[in-house]
Every structure is written in C-alpha cells, then in structure tokens.
C-alpha cells in the first residue's frame, strides 16, 4: 500500500465510537487523493463561472443615463414582448364563458365573478395554504428519519506511541516486587494511519414529550385555517357586493341616459314652440337664443350621459372579472336583488350580524390563536423527552508502518433516549411570552373595535335603507307633480299666457325629478345590498350547526 498519502483539509467529525479492532467516525465529507487534483480543477472552473455571473456590471445591469429625460433599459424589450403575448388573451378575458343570446341577471353576473374574479381564486389559495400548515404542525407528532451516505476518502492520523522496556529494570522490579510500570516507557512512534472509504448511517429523532407544545402548535394553525377559511367566505361577500353595487350603478347610469333623451326631445320640444311664437311676433329674439342655449345644453348632458353609463359598464366588467370588450347583454330589471325587509326588528338584525360576521369570526380566531402561542411558549419552559436512534454500516482501513493494512466492515447501531431540559437562552422564551401576551391583548382589542364597528355599520345601513325607502316615495310623487306642472306651463307658454322663464324652470325640475326616481330606486337597492353585507348574510351559505370545539 503506498505512504504517500495527501490529506485534503481537516474532516469534521461528529461523532465517534470505538469498538473493539475498529474506529468508525460518523457523517465525515471524503475525497480520493487520486481524483484531488481533477476536483480541484471542477471546483475552479465552477468558481470562475459564479464569479463570471456575479461579476462586473454587464449591458443589462445599468442605470438611465441622466435624469433629464426617459431612457429605454436594454432589457425592456423582453418584458414587452411577454406581456404582448398575455394581451390577447387578457383582452377576451371570460368571453367563453359568456353566451351572447342571453340577458344576464345579477345573479349570473354574480356566478360569473365568483368564477373570473382573481380575489376569489387567491382567497382560495390562502386557505390552502392554511391547511398545509396544519398538516406541518401535526408533523411534530411523527418520528424524523435521515438517510446520509459517503463515499470517497480521506486519512487522519492518530498518535500511536511506541512501548519501551528496560530490562534491567524489569529484573530490577521482579527481583524487589517493585511496580512494573517504572520499567516501561511510552516514546513518540509512527503515527496510526486511519482512512474511511465508505460510511452510511439512517438516523431517527421521535419527540416523545413536551408539555403540550406541539398541541398549542396544531391549535394555532387550525385557527389560522379558520382565519383563511372565513377569509375566503368574505371575499366572495365583498365580490357580491361590488358586482351588486356597480350593476345597480349601471343601470341607474342606463336610466339617466334615458332622461337625458327625454330632456333633450323636450327642450327640442321647447325650441321649436319659441320658433313659431318669434315667427308670429309672440317672442323675443333673446328668448330665441335661450331656448337654442337650453337645446344645447340638453344635447350636452346627453352625451355626458352617454359617457358615464360607458364608464358605469367598465367598472361592473372589472367587478365581475372580464374584459370589458366582451359582448355581453345586460338585464334592466332588479331580477335577484336583495329582499328589502324592514319588518325584523333592528336588534335582532345587529345580534345577528355581532353572531355571524366572518371579520368577526377571524378577530375571534385571531384571539384564540394567540392563547395558543401563549400555551406553546409556557410549555418550553419545561424538558423534552425525545428517542434516539440510529443503524449504519461502513468501511474502513488501519495502516500501520506503512506495511500493515487492515480492511475492515461492520454495521452500527444505537438507541438512547434524551431528555433536553433548558435553562438559559438570553431571555429568549420570556420576551416570546412578553410578545405573545401583548399580541393577544391586540387581538382582543382588536375584536373589540370590529364588534363595535359592526353594530355602527348595521345601524348606519338599515337608517339608509329606511330614507331610501322614503325618498322613493317621494321621488314618485315628485315626478307627477312636476310632469303636470311642465304640461300645464307649455300649454300655457304655447296660448302667450307663460313666459319662457317659467317654461325652462319646470323643465329642469322635470328632468331633476326623473333623475330622483330612479336613483331612490337604486338607492333602496344599494341600501338592502349594504345591510345584507353588514350583517355578513350576503351571498352566504346556509349557516351550519354549532360544532364549535371550544366553550
């Protein structure tokens, strides 16, 4: 076997047994000598690489020259050309889920949301992720198991003295029964050459014990899916809400646009009778030009009209999730609305909003999960009791001299059970407890603030819905009122017996009561669809029994 042997750095050992004709060393990184130099080649070239990666700025890595003007980065046209790829797509975003015979409701406006909306997709997601972090925690509960192999090489030199008699002391000592040691002495011999070529080891750590830890562990993140699970259900509210909110928008701009034309045709209407009573010298010139303003300021209003029901339709086609140049009919009629009922008496309304909430449900969740770090950071004041073990096998080589070699190969073993008790880490676990103490404290406030906030936004929804209510009423009587006055004042500016003052005054107060009865009646709607959201009851599943695993 040759001597000349190269050890390469200083193996880290982890652990060492010995046994009786063999030394064994656990988990060390080994490398033939013979492989050293085309390594450390590999290792080089590999180096040279990252440094190369990392190195000096290249053309991509540069900033705009000054700050005068815009500047285009040499990267720029790659993110372009991606995003024009998505373009497409984005601009046909749920057109095949759209069948353009049909006149959508808003409940199918609603269904088609739940299904485009991202918000919901992500919600979505968040709870999953929930549910895979309950499954983490639960993994304290089962036993870790490691494999680690090595193979390769490497030398570690261990003393080995060389034993030295005296023999005339040695006749000395027997000849006076005198202790043998004093005639033997240990001197600097050839160090003990010992090479690992092969080592394997499948280890297992099973925590046994902790005082409740890993309980409050699972506890916490069933919370937090509670947490995520709530959070979903609420982002599917709010989603029925905007969808709700902006339908009701669009079709009240749908209805102004109507009253815009009905406005303009009558102050055409208007225009044309100031015409003939100037050609019969019944008018003045100057009222000739007002009723040509009023015209045109009719027209005016119309297309301003025209330009916010476009808008109005933009803003439902981003609430349900689509491309707003998909083809798409949409109803005029209320068909799924919100029930307006204000039979249920309000405390009744408020106790079942302060039950039923998911804000609320989360800031309880949120509450009890901090009671729950509280339990996991008082039970690491107390030991851990964990079972060890480990099975192995592996492969060494003694050389002694340089000409005695022994090959040798066994398999390991071991079990031992630990006890970890600890006593001092810098105040770690008392400033956790500290944080965990002030963050449910937070929490609770915190589901202070949204039961109060709660109450408020029900009290605040159904007074709305009750003065919507109200107003619709009025707005009705308003509107008869005013289309007789108009009728009665243009016959009248028609006979000479009206000025045209009294004519464009009555005209405006038409056009503004027209207005008011169809926003009151989006306002009852938007009112009825805000306390539904106030309560936590809008769109919501039926509520299930009470299984609750907590008093």
């Known amino acids: 076997m040759p001597s000349d042997r190269i050890v390469f750095g200083r193996p880290a050992v982890e652990g060492l047994r010995f046994v009786p004709g063999r030394f064994d060393f656990i988990k060390m990184r080994y490398f033939d000598h013979s492989w050293l130099p085309a390594i450390m080649l590999v290792a080089c070239l590999f180096g040279l690489s990252q440094v190369h990666a990392a190195g000096p700025a290249s053309a991509h890595d540069r900033v705009p020259p000054s700050s005068q003007r815009q ?35 808003l409940p199918d406006l609603i269904d088609l949301a739940e299904r485009l909306n991202p918000a919901t997709r992500a919600a979505w997601q968040n709870a999953r992720q929930a549910l895979a972090l309950v499954g983490v925690s639960k993994s304290a509960y089962y036993p870790f198991l490691s494999l680690a192999a090595a193979a390769g090489y490497t030398r570690f030199f261990v003393p080995f003295p060389k034993l030295e ?39 297992m750590k099973w925590l046994l014990f902790d005082f409740g830890e890993r309980e409050a562990s699972v506890s916490a993140a069933r919370e937090g899916l509670l947490i995520a699970n709530v959070a979903f259900n609420a982002t599917h509210q709010r989603v029925v809400l905007e969808v709700s909110q902006n339908f009701y928008t669009y079709n009240l701009a749908r209805e102004s646009v109507k009253v815009a034309e009905s406005a303009s045709q009558t102050a055409d209407t208007v225009h044309s009778a100031v015409e003939a009573r100037v050609t019969n010298g019944l008018a003045t010139q100057p009222e000739h030009f007002q ?14 009209a025209r330009g916010s029901e476009r808008d109005a339709f933009v803003d439902l086609m981003e609430a349900v999730g689509m491309s707003p140049s998909v083809p798409i009919r949409i109803t005029e009629a209320f068909t799924g609305s919100v029930q307006v009922d204000l039979e249920t008496p309000l405390v009744t309304l408020v106790t079942r909003a302060l039950s039923q909430r998911p804000d609320l449900v989360a800031s309880l969740a949120k509450v009890r999960a901090a009671e729950d770090k509280i339990k996991g950071v008082k039970a690491s004041y107390f030991p851990k009791i964990t079972a060890l073990a480990s099975v192995g096998y ?55 603030q949204t039961r109060d906030d709660a109450v408020r ?45 009294d004519v464009v005054t009555n005209e405006t107060k038409l056009t503004s009561a027209r207005n008011s009865v169809f926003e009151s009646r989006s306002a009852v709607y938007q009112a009825a669809t805000t306390l539904a959201y106030a309560m936590g009851e809008l769109g919501s599943a039926p509520r299930p029994a009470n299984t609750n695993h907590r008093n």
């Open 457 to 501: 936004q029900v009290w605040k929804s159904y007074n709305d819905l009750r003065t919507a209510i109200r107003r619709q009423a009025a707005a009705a009587a308003l509107l008869q009122s005013s289309q007789s006055a108009y009728d009665a004042v243009l016959d009248s500016f028609k006979l000479g017996f009206s000025t045209y003052t």
């Open 165 to 203: 008699v005296n023999q005339a002391a040695l006749k000395r000592v027997l000849a006076t029964g005198g202790p043998v040691q004093t005639a033997v002495t240990l001197t600097e011999g050839n160090p003990l050459h010992f090479d690992v070529l092969y080592q394997s080891e499948l280890t």
């Open 291 to 304: 009723a040509t303003q009023q015209l045109a300021q009719a027209r005016f209003d119309l297309e301003q």
């Open 71 to 105: 500047w285009v980065p040499p990267n720029l046209a790659g993110y372009q050309d991606t995003l024009q790829k998505g373009s497409v797509e984005a601009l046909e975003k749920g057109k095949e889920l759209v069948d353009p015979r049909k006149e959508y409701t």
């Open 394 to 448: 592996g492969e060494e080589r003694t050389t002694l001299n340089s000409s005695n070699t022994f090959d040798s190969s066994a398999p390991t073993f071991g079990a031992s059970l630990a006890v970890e008790f600890p006593i001092f880490e810098g105040f770690l676990r008392d400033r956790t407890l500290d944080a965990a103490r002030a963050e449910l404290q937070a929490a609770s406030e915190q589901l202070a």
